[in-house]
């Protein structure tokens, strides 16, 4: 299945970085895909209060989403 990682500021709103396309078999592995590339891309990703996973086919849903010192939180809910 493919998630898109996007970060967002903390007004809500996407980061001028680009989304990230990620392709794994489910969520857990997504969440670990997506650590990785926090961690190799930095800057805004590993700055962001939050960056959140979204599956393409409904992006307007968050699948998860990463709280910069807090880890992951799933559940959809709606990104604004």
Do not use: T
Not at 16 to 27: F, G, I, K, T, Y
Not at 45 to 66: I, M, N, Y
Request: charged share 25%; proline share 9%.
């Amino acid at each position: 299945m493919e998630y898109r990682l996007m970060c967002l500021s903390s007004s809500g709103k996407p980061c001028r970085m680009p989304e990230v396309s990620l392709v794994a078999q489910n969520l857990d592995a997504a969440k670990v895909m997506a650590e990785r590339s926090i961690e190799r891309f930095g800057g805004p990703f590993s700055l962001a209060p939050e960056v959140v996973l979204s599956d393409p086919s409904e992006p307007w849903v968050v699948r998860s989403r990463w709280i910069r010192g807090h880890g992951w939180v799933d559940g959809p809910r709606q990104r604004a």
